[in-house]
């Protein structure tokens, strides 16, 4: 249950594990609660969705933190739009040399690059994560159009504003934001069966599919695939094949830490300077710079892919 008071600091995650995190909830992904996390994070949980929304939906996501002398945090691309809604003061999003606020209920549509964030206030929020193409499916835009945008619900549909209005008055929002989503999207003419089938083996392929042969399946020209792929993941596809790629390197190492070389290789790329062109493109940072920064909204990207943000990665320092 999200708590819409302002965050104590004596429910910080430094202070031991609250009655919600020993309930055990089954719905419930994990329980953010690593030591390494600043006292002003409160409450971090990812939970699974109902099954009729895993076909379009990876997980929910909930966070509450004190928000006082926190610094920009840095957050990095990862082939996920991402359904905002919160409960208490938005967050200021980082753009054009000015910060900016965010709108209530909003969709952050896919980007390539960094973006910068920082809370202007106490605030209280829950996330939903789709899969690459699942946006798509709920509010039948071209998503390439939304690509590095925060769009207001509102703005795409003014019936699924007003639902999620009424769903985040709910003590626990988590049902009725599901409720209304799912209506979204039983009511969207979205479909295009061969763009997530196209995303799962990118996927499994980890970033290595042979685009012309997967058209070729599909008896699709290149160039189709190419808009429709762009239409329902928001981005080119070759693109997200690049996005895989780079998100392997947090799995790897952080299971075998030590040698970025070995790293390069083992993800794909030419060498070491290959690699560090594309952690500068994605991130903004190289890689002994980004592992070292001292941000939760980063540390929540290195633990969803395996890697441990305590490690302050010795090999890193010659990234």
Known sequence: MLSRRRPSRSNSPRAGNNAEEQEGDESSLFHACDPSYHAWVVRYREIRPSRQLQPFIDRFWTLEHVGEGVAPQRVI???????ILNLSQPFEFFQDGEWHGQSRCFLAGQISGPLLLRPNGPACMV????????????FGAPMH???????PIGDLSPVLGRELDRALESADPIAPVEAALLCARNTSRSSDAVVPEAVRRIILAKGFAHLAALTREFSLSIRQFERRFDASVGLPPKLF???????QVFRVIGQKPGNWVDTAVACGYYDQSHLIRDFKSFSGETPAVLLAEDGDLARHFLLRFGMSHS?????GHSA
Do not use: K, S, W
Not at 241 to 247: D, E, L, N
Not at 311 to 315: D, G, R
């Open 241 to 247: 094949c690049r996005m895989q790629r780079f998100i």
């Open 77 to 83: 691309p990862d082939g996920h739009p991402e359904l």
């Open 145 to 151: 159009e939304l690509a590095g945008r925060f769009t």
């Open 311 to 315: 490690y302050n990665t010795a090999a």
């Open 127 to 138: 996330g939903v994560r789709f899969h690459p193409y699942g946006a798509a499916q709920v």
